[in-house]
């Protein structure tokens, strides 16, 4: 029942949202044309398609955030659980920490980190 | 009895969305489509393991899939040139097969998962805080406990950065010296009749 | 102290990965003899170490075939580190494009020995699924290691999508598996599958097949090897033709034998069936292969088809053989690319016709291809010939006499094929003008040394005895 609340929050937001959208579509004038139709880009025309190839650095970075981000996810259960814990769990902690950082290091160090 | 009754709408709910929008993945025609469909298919996931009470599981299929591996999705679809698939019609032979096998699969499945009594972990114990458990049991050396598996993972997630930087980079690092074909100056004089073969194979290739 | 030689191999890695970012790219020289050592060291600890025993409360695991498959694990990673020397440290006459990151190679390569080292120690399937992965993941970026290089792109993608297919359906299959008995742990799933309702247990069973016939290129799983093995640069096509095979089959052993047990007896029609269709369809295609990799590709199916046949017989006749046969054929196979990984950083030349003269030019080296082709053809008295007459003898007393007369048909097809490269190096004309090529003393001495074992082995019967001998204590363990 804790996440009851979640389903209420969830599901009001996504009724605000459907209803807005509904209703501006029910009451709002339908008058299209061409200019109308067109990308609004701070009143430039636009050029060209919105399609344009991403910089490889962003995977990088993608890549790099989704290692540390299930780092994050080990660590959580670790902290959650600490008090209950020995000193060696803190250890193993420390290994599995150690071998991850060497991994930041090694990224740093080959200036996977730098944009280019 | 109503709360019952509106787990039992929820859950199916959740299901029915998850497979509607697995659906959409497979069929989207623009790449970027198919990777928030699959965010949406992720979520509704992260909804049954609420629903199942492994709410640490939840939070990390939010924290790691929608969050992580669907935005990596999203940057490895902008690094292509264009987002629309290409129309490539399969044969309607290979359609066919290909329905014929996933409904054989998903018999199979359904039909085993309905005649086998799975232990279901409600019957041993109400697992309420499981976030300690999790952290007990993970870091745990004894004979229950997972520290081994642990910390083979960190292991995986060291090659993970290394294996990804070494072949996601687009520029060459300094002074990495066996890059070149061959072409340097006293290389030229012998040149093996296979290499250009390939060269040129390698140029068709990019030119198609 | 049990786990003392994986401890080496990650400290090793840690060490390269860690020399790799302090030092000038001139002085990587010095990474390949560090990783080397590094091995030596773990396989020195290897034989020191007991060869019973468990750790962790039981979740790592030693035992006598345990430690032959690590035996098996480290000769490889080894003899590849070797062969992948001189082509990072540009001594190649050929330098091939895009090759390079000489650390982070020798990382990657260590960490899939490791994982491949606690695959076969892991008592619990979680152990077993991660290890699983880390020898296979870094499997994916080591061959798509040459990096402007289109086909090793394609083999890396292909690769990676057909290795995520088959790590879905072992992990549909463990947790399947665990869904039914409440297990994670090895014994206590072994121990409750007795009670598991049948259809779900063929269910997951087969989801297993699945997942280890795409490992250990089992026919109709097999579709990827080719173009992966073409694609990728030779000495890691070396070291998955091998290494990933023994690490299929150390996950089949971890999964017939441990989980399954007893179960077991009445699969061995489809096993038989795997087997049949499996040496065949290698055998066929391998004859109208072109390219000396793709060849070898086809030829390694077919060593699968022969090496599952130790599955049909009781486990202390086949397990023993399979290991036998496992052992025989990395070393016949590594002889065969250090050849070939020689031949081509020194002239670039990559298929079969053109290896015609290497006799005249390179004798020892032809002699030690030869040996080796042989060996994996199964003449007698190489050991090969032996490895293989202990797996169909295990058919015929299972009662296949059919199989037992596909697998000789196949043998007598290979000896065509394999007959095709030593055709070249021995009858075919040279190339004009052709002179020695220079042999570098690593590659003389591997190709030597391995060529000599391949021949001994069969020979001296220490090797089978041993393990023979050690099959029977570990089976004992197993039941008690």
Known sequence: MDYFFVLMLAGMSAAMVAGGLAFSFLIAPHRPGAIKNSPYECGEPPIGQAWVQFNVGYYLFGLLFLVFDVEAAFLYPWAVAFHGLGFMAFLEMGIFLLVLILGLAYAWKKGALEWV | MIASASYTVIFYLLAALAVLLSLAVVNAWKLLRAAIALMGVLSMSAGLYVMLDASFLAGVQVLVYVGGIVVLIVFAVMLTRSAELLQDNPAPLRKILGAIASLAFLAATVGVFRSSPFLLSAEKAPLRDNTTLIGEKLLDYGAGGYVLPFEIISLLLLIAIIGGIVVARKTEPQGQPFTTGGDEAGEAEFRPPFTQEEHEDELELVEK | ?480
Request: glycine share 8%.
């Open chain 3, 1 to 480: 102290m049990l786990m003392l030689p994986e401890i080496i191999v990650v400290l090793t890695a840690g060490v390269v990965l860690c020399l790799d970012l302090f030092l000038t790219e001139r002085s990587r020289v010095i990474l390949a003899p560090v990783t080397l050592l590094g091995l030596a060291l773990g396989f020195a600890a290897l034989l020191v170490t007991p060869q019973t025993g468990d750790l962790l409360g039981g979740r790592f695991g030693m035992d006598p075939i345990a430690w032959w498959f690590k035996v098996i694990f480290l000769i490889a990673g080894f003899v590849t580190v070797i062969l992948s020397m001189d082509l990072l440290d540009g001594r190649a006459a050929h330098r091939m494009r895009g090759i390079g990151f000489r650390g982070e190679y020798y990382t990657i390569l260590l960490s899939t020995i490791v994982g491949m080292m606690f695959l076969i120690s892991a008592r619990e399937t979680i152990t077993l699924y991660v290890s699983l992965e880390t020898a296979t993941i870094p499997l994916f970026v080591l061959t798509a290691w040459r990096r402007d290089h289109v086909q090793s792109g394609e083999a890396g993608l292909k690769y990676v999508i057909i290795g995520a297919l088959a790590s879905a359906f072992i992990l549909y299959g463990l947790s399947i598996l665990y869904g039914l008995t409440g297990q994670t742990s090895i014994v206590g799933m072994s121990a409750k599958l007795a009670d598991v309702p049948r259809p779900a247990f063929w269910l997951a069973a087969a989801m297993l097949m699945t997942g280890v016939g795409f490992k250990l290129t089992i026919v109709p799983f097999h579709m990827w090897a080719a173009d992966v093995y073409e694609g990728a640069p030779a000495p890691v096509t070396a070291y998955l033709s091998v290494a990933s095979k023994a690490a299929g089959l150390a996950f089949m052993f971890q999964v017939f034998y441990r989980i399954f047990g007893s179960e077991l007896a009445g699969w061995t029609p489809l096993i038989a069936a795997f087997a049949a269709v499996t040496m065949s369809l290698g055998n066929l295609v391998a004859i109208v292969q072109d390219n000396i990799k793709r060849f070898m590709a086809f030829s390694a199916i077919s060593q699968a088809g022969y090496l599952i046949l130790g599955f049909l017989g009781p486990a202390d006749n086949g397990v023993p053989a399979m290991l036998f046969y496992m052992l025989v054929y990395i070393l016949s196979n590594l002889a065969v690319f250090a050849c070939i990984v020689w031949y081509s950083n020194e002239t670039g030349r990559e298929r079969i016709e053109e290896y015609r003269g290497l006799s005249l030019t390179n004798p020892i080296m032809a002699l030690g291809m030869m040996i080796a082709l042989f060996s994996l053809a199964g003449i007698p008295p190489l050991s090969g010939f032996v490895g293989k007459f202990f797996l169909f003898s295990i058919a015929a007393k299972a009662g296949y006499n059919w199989l037992v007369a596909v697998a000789a048909v196949n043998s007598t097809i290979s000896l065509f094929y394999y007959l095709r490269i030593v055709r070249q190096m021995y009858i075919e004309p040279i190339y004009e003008g052709a002179g020695t090529l220079p042999v570098r003393y690593t590659v003389a001495a591997t190709v030597g040394l391995l060529s000599l074992a391949v021949a001994l082995m069969g020979v001296i019967p220490y090797f089978y005895e041993t393990i023979h001998a050690q099959t029977i204590t570990w089976l004992a363990s197993l039941i008690g």
